[in-house]
């Protein structure tokens, strides 16, 4: 079965310090990839999405995502976080042979100190 | 453009009772969901419709009706609310001709008492 693992159920990091959300996959087929982000109270924003070619994704506020096939992951980065990155974040699988249905994981919440 | 709209934004329910929770979208998307959310364990498919006029089961379908019977609308009905239905529902839709992303509504709070 199709299954998406985000390790960390919480993270905490200093203003201005670098991010690594870990995403791991497993799938019966070539899968697309999302990564999604909750600000408190809202609906789910998409954050960048990999469908094929350069395995190195950039996203909007800054996130880049990198998809590596050997490893069945596709982790989320920032190189200088921001107060107002604090959010959860939700990785997504899908594939061309399961139809429009994604799987999301669990969610990892970003908290940020300054 | 508004995206896609939900209501109510929260109800409070007591069990027993009929609900539907409405979803409209206005991007003309093909396909569209209905999810919730409970802490720890992300989102969960409910149902879902690719197509105006077909709806399908999710990984949690029961207790759960949907239909589909124009692009727009896709309300999920729960027949008889029960208390482990408590939960923040989100409507979603996607393009299937252009890409796999979905979009999602800002949620209905759902506690059922």
């Known amino acids: 079965a199709q299954s998406v693992t985000q390790p960390d159920i919480h993270i905490t990091v200093s203003e201005g310090a670098s991010l690594e959300l870990r995403c791991n996959y497993s799938y019966g087929a070539t899968p697309y990839l999302f990564w999604y982000v909750q600000s408190p109270g809202q609906g789910l924003q998409l954050l960048l999405k990999?469908?094929?070619?350069?395995?190195l994704v950039q996203g909007i506020k800054g996130f880049e995502a990198e998809f590596k096939r050997s490893q069945s992951s596709f982790n989320l980065r920032k190189p200088s976080v921001h107060w107002s990155d604090a959010a959860e974040y939700f990785c997504?699988?899908?594939?061309?042979?399961?139809?429009?249905?994604?799987?999301f994981g669990a969610g990892t919440i970003l908290r940020v100190k300054s | 453009i508004a995206g896609i709209t939900q209501a109510p934004t929260s109800q409070i329910l007591a069990a027993g009772r009929r609900m539907t929770l409405r979803c409209t979208q206005d991007?003309?998307?093909?396909?569209m969901y209905w999810y919730r959310q409970d802490l720890g364990l992300g989102l969960r498919l409910i149902h879902y419709s690719n197509t105006a006029g077909t709806t399908g089961k999710g990984e949690v379908p029961d207790g759960y009706s949907v239909s589909r019977a124009n692009t727009d609308d896709f309300p999920l009905t729960l027949a008889s609310a029960v208390p482990s239905q408590t939960s923040v529902y989100f409507c979603?839709?996607?393009?299937?001709?252009?890409?796999?992303?979905?979009?999602f509504g800002p949620g209905t709070r759902l506690t059922v008492t």
């Open positions: 979603a839709s996607s393009d299937s001709r252009i890409g796999y992303e979905q979009y």
């Open positions: 997504a699988v899908g594939a061309k042979e399961y139809g429009n249905k994604l799987v």
């Open positions: 990999y469908f094929s070619g350069d395995t």
């Open positions: 991007m003309r998307h093909n396909a």
